[in-house]
């Protein structure tokens, strides 16, 4: 059975940080490709970022310079890192995990990070 398993998620201040967590288990982790997407209310859920297998790694213009994803494969395990967030980073975050390009990924139940003073 698969599970990925997000935490880290909270109240942050504007300008703060905060570091999620993706826990997988169910698959051989390190020939994923891992994403994190987010859903604000009233909003469509959009990628932040995604780590390849080889490294390789995407991020949406909204997270280039303050978001950095990034992977442990002897944890399983896959971050964000997020800095500088603003109010409209408030969101669900959503971790997924994908075999290759057009396959249906799996998902994480979400994390709500709420970015507000």
């Known amino acids: 059975q698969v599970q990925l398993v997000e935490s880290g998620g909270g109240l942050v201040q504007p300008g703060g940080s905060l570091r999620l967590s993706c826990a997988a288990s169910g698959i051989i982790f390190s020939i994923y490709t891992m994403g994190w997407h987010r859903q604000a209310p009233g909003k469509q859920r959009e990628l932040v970022a995604a780590i390849a297998r080889c490294g390789s790694i995407n991020y949406a213009d909204s997270a280039k310079g303050r978001f950095t994803i990034s992977r442990d494969n002897a944890k399983n395990t896959v971050y964000l890192h997020m800095n500088s967030l603003k109010p409209e980073d408030t969101a669900v975050y959503y971790c997924?995990?994908?075999?290759?390009?057009?396959?249906?990924?799996?998902w994480g139940k979400g994390s709500l990070v709420t970015v507000s003073s």
């Open positions: 997924n995990a994908q075999r290759s390009p057009g396959a249906v990924p799996y």
